[in-house]
Every structure is written in structure tokens, then in C-alpha cells.
């Protein structure tokens, strides 16, 4: 069973650095065409895709936000861990992680988030 | 990257049919069969339905139908119930193995 929880800071200030963290279970990065994405949604809006992180390190960012976001993963510790610089009130939102399975060298997958965490609220004030 | 479009509200009666859209453009939506619906229930996580364009995930009622023309794809309830009262959204892959999610679209019934 594939389970995934995001944690990190509930309140951070503008201008910090906010660092989240997904830990999950029921499979592995290493294993290919694995990928673990972030997505947000602030309050009464839209989902918003920010950045995922595939199974041979490869990473991809929304084109909006690459300049402040940097995915990694610990594959020993199971995570994958987002950083997202000069935070503002507006990046105020639900954060989420997500396991996806591409479609790679011909096999078919979902190329869909399904399974999600729970989600994380950030609130960015001072 | 395109902004995809939906529109923000659709209601209908129990029983009824309810067809929700989803415009993008020829680089994501109209460029690739990965289109993806999730259900979002208030306070909850998103839960995926669709996938491939018209593929459900097991344990997904087949009330649930996707389809897509061109750079429109469209989300389908057949048979609404009131479990089916909630916000869907619509995500397209746009190329070089990134995403893009839409507007969600809430659903009355």
C-alpha cells in the first residue's frame, strides 16, 4: 500500500525559505518510471503543480516558479524534500505530494498523480 | 506552459448528467492523450478518477467518464449523486515531463 505525508512549518515569515518534506511508503524512487510530485492549492483556489522528481534524478519544475524551487530526494530515507525561497502571503496554501508513474521506453503508465498525501497548510506571515 | 480552462460551476439534479470542460491548447490538453480528473471533497485530499483521457482507477464508478477533441477535454457524470457534490479538477501533461492542473470546477447537485 502506497502512503505518502507531508511535514514542514505551519507558519513562516515573507522572505524565508520554506522547506517541506514527503515521506513515503508501499514503493521506491529507485524502481524506474516512479516519480514523486508537489502541488499546492491556496485557500478556495486551483491546484497548482510545482515540481516532481523522477526515478534517475531527473527534475522538473513549473516554469512560473523555477526560480524558487529546488526538489531533492533521500531514497535511503524515503523522501523527497522541497524548498521554495523568498516565500510571500500569496504562497499561503495546502501543500501536497503526489506518486506518479510515467510512460517510459514503451511501457505504458497512469502519467496521473494516484495516490496523495493528506497535505500540509502553510501560512505565510510575519 | 499554457493556463487551462474550465469553468468554475455546474449543477444538476440527482439522476442527471453533467459534463464538465476542460480548454487547453495544442501543448498540453490537444498535444497528449495524459489527461487526468481528481475529486475533491471539502477538506480533503484530491482523489484521481480519470486517467489517459477516459481510463478509470479500480473502485472508480463507471458513471464516471472522460473524453477528449482536439484541446478540449470533458469530464462526464452520469447518474449524479449527492457523494458526486464536490470540486474536480483537470490536469494535462505539457511536455518535457512536466504537468499543468486547471481551474477547478465545482459540481452541485
Known amino acids: 500500500q502506497i502512503t505518502l505525508k507531508e511535514s514542514g512549518p505551519t507558519l513562516v515569515k515573507p522572505t524565508q525559505t520554506l522547506t517541506l518534506t514527503c515521506t513515503f511508503s508501499?514503493?521506491?524512487?529507485?524502481?524506474?518510471?516512479?516519480?514523486v510530485g508537489w502541488i499546492r492549492q491556496p485557500p478556495g483556489q486551483a491546484l497548482e503543480w510545482l515540481a516532481l522528481?523522477?526515478?534517475?534524478?531527473?527534475?522538473r519544475y513549473s516554469p512560473s516558479l523555477r526560480h524558487r524551487l529546488t526538489i531533492i530526494a533521500d531514497t535511503s530515507k524515503n523522501q523527497v524534500v522541497l524548498t521554495m525561497t523568498n516565500m510571500d502571503p500569496v504562497d499561503t496554501a495546502t501543500y501536497y505530494c503526489?506518486?506518479?508513474?510515467?510512460?517510459?521506453?514503451?511501457?505504458?503508465?497512469?502519467?496521473?498523480?494516484?495516490?496523495w498525501g493528506q497535505g500540509t497548510e502553510v501560512t505565510v506571515s510575519s | 506552459q499554457s493556463d487551462l480552462t474550465q469553468p468554475r460551476s455546474v449543477s444538476g439534479s440527482p439522476g442527471q448528467s453533467v459534463t464538465i470542460s476542460c480548454t487547453g491548447t495544442s501543448s498540453d490538453v490537444g498535444g497528449y492523450d495524459y489527461v487526468s480528473w481528481y475529486q475533491q471533497h471539502p477538506g480533503k485530499a484530491p482523489k484521481l478518477i480519470i486517467y489517459d483521457v477516459s481510463k478509470r482507477p479500480s473502485g472508480v464508478p463507471d458513471r464516471f467518464s472522460g473524453s477528449k477533441s482536439g484541446n478540449t477535454a470533458s469530464l462526464t457524470i452520469s447518474g449524479l449523486q449527492a457523494e458526486d457534490e464536490a470540486d474536480y479538477h483537470c490536469c494535462s501533461y505539457a511536455g518535457s515531463y512536466s504537468f499543468v492542473f486547471v481551474t477547478g470546477t465545482k459540481v452541485t447537485v
Open positions: 503526489a506518486h506518479i508513474m510515467i510512460t517510459y521506453g514503451g511501457v505504458p503508465e497512469k502519467d496521473a498523480f494516484d495516490i
Open positions: 508501499g514503493f521506491s524512487l529507485r524502481n524506474s518510471r516512479v516519480g
Open positions: 522528481f523522477y526515478w534517475d534524478d531527473d527534475r
